[in-house]
DNA sequence: ATTAGTTATGCAATCGATTACACGCGGCCG
DNA sequence: CGGCCGCGTGTAATCGATTGCATAACTAAT
């Protein structure tokens, strides 16, 4: 029967007491008697009011929400990130705008405005390839808007960072097929211009280093993360004559797409080949066969970069220099790889002295 | 250098004109002459000036923003359907509120906050477990909140609704099975609660009565669309001494988690058994074997339902009666299904007159 | 008893943008 | 020539909540 919500106003008039009154006894309740805090409860309950965000936001300058930013909701490794940073931001009364970033200046200039705008008080950037120098105008303004990145370094450019040690990960993965007797191990790349895709390629080149192992460079195959890519390198690999007998491949997405592309052409992993992916998406474990890969653990990366974020919003000196945490993946083995057999369907290979 | 962010105090100062004028220069250009129109786009840029979000709503009394309530971002299945959402609400200038619907009230009161404390416009729900009361009681008020539901039906509550044909989709996916020569076919059910599968289930039980096909009650495994309860299925199927032929599963995953299942006990697919899914995974195409299943048009869902919310939201008439929108799903046959065998490894039966 | 300190409350300004209303000016019509 | 209309602009109220300052009522200390 209310004509209209209510506002602050009507409670005090319910309650007998001024606004100032209501919005401290809401707020701060120690700093009302017991008697009026009763009262202005009774009249909150009556009245049905629930406070106006925006009056409180343009009074306060805060909107008690964070601005996520990703490449790409849809990318199942995104969208588990972005559920733990919902969580933990629910769970510190911040609400959670996302914004799809494909490419473009189109979408720069939204990022910018919201942030802008004030209806978020700070960014989450899941995407290493955002221009840097806008960036910083955002974060070096006397009114300095909190960022916090993570998943993808952007190096030297002094944000707070969280991120899992994609070098080291992809160098433990690698070496996890030197320890099963491959010497002949190519790389399924990550998209060309992407930090995570180099890190890995860089990890993926010291284990073969470490080992006196040297790296042949058509087996580094053209790969985007994507299950496409993957496929299509399967048809690169299938038509050289020398080839690797395992494979660490960038992520696991593609490499579902290079072993299907396989095993339209009878190449049986892990018979013929050992494939090792990355990220433990969730069809890993129920592939075929089942993938071995390096789970990254999303869901604290997901909470620690919004737990930052938010320890900033709410006090900008809460961190002194630059935050960068660094999380360990773990190797989950399972039956995509295998100890390399002798004289498989792979030219096992001269250049093969032990097992 | 400057002090904090530009308001539009500062651009009328500049430009030597009113705040009125320069808001309206803005927001209405028609209204104001050529020549004001230039200087007031040329203070603008000098002094960076960017609206203030919060002032906005706070006199238009609107957000531009939309809330989205999910029950589950990770799902792949959700997580491209916000994606459509995203554009689409981008392409009209709103942001997008993401909320997770774990269970509970905590949650739910949550949901609520949001659209009454003006951060969102409305509210596009992606799940029909919800309250109808509390539903009704956000969206019957004087000053109604717009809400549109999305993917799942609730069923007489009047909302708006966009969704997938998923009894006729279910039904055609079994009827694929029919066709194929099997007889004896079983379900791979959804949550118990869900309308989805309830949905699913009649269009399945559908199907088999059209065809004089007798249901059994013990093949239809339980099931909670995800891989694990896939994989739990299997070890009911494989116990059981009269075995269906084919199975029409409630979705992909579930699909999966089943056929990784059976095949750790060497029952393969298509040989042994046919299997049909739901949803046409990004990892359908590419597991082994290539999964036939219902693909459900979810761009078009997510894009239609954000369209038809901002139209309400911008105007509230623009609906008069309740939106009612059914998209097809397609059927994409893909090595999961197969003619039926003459003896296969399941007894393939008596009861199995045709091919 | 007077003063200082504390607590609870109210008054009114403030955050930034929008908009109803009023005003001045020039042109047009009768 | 006078009145009317409409365009472009400014003035000031408004949206709803918060908060600095003032004040009143008490308590405690000297």
Redesign the pocket.
Known sequence: MER??P???DVARFA??????V??A??SPE???E??RARVSEAVRVTGYT??QA??S????SAKTILVALPDIRNPFFSSILDAIEREAAARGYGVLVLNLYFGHETIRRLQDFLLSNRADGLLLLDGSVDTNLLHALAGQADAIPIVVACEEIPNSGFHTVLTDNVDAAERATQHLIDLGHRRIGHLLGPDHNVVSRERFTGFSRALAASGLTPVPEWSFRGNFDMESGFSAAARFLSMTERPTAIFAANDESAIGFLSGLRQHGIICPRDISVVGFDDLGVAPHYVPPLTTMRQPREALGRMAAEALIDIVEDPDALGIPLRIVLRSELVVRESTARIARGGTNKAGTDNPSS
Do not use: D, E, F
């Open positions: 209209k919500t506002t602050i106003q007998n007491v001024s606004t100032a009154t919005s401290r809401l707020s700093k009302v008697s008697g009026t406070l106006n009056g409180r343009l009074r306060q300058r």
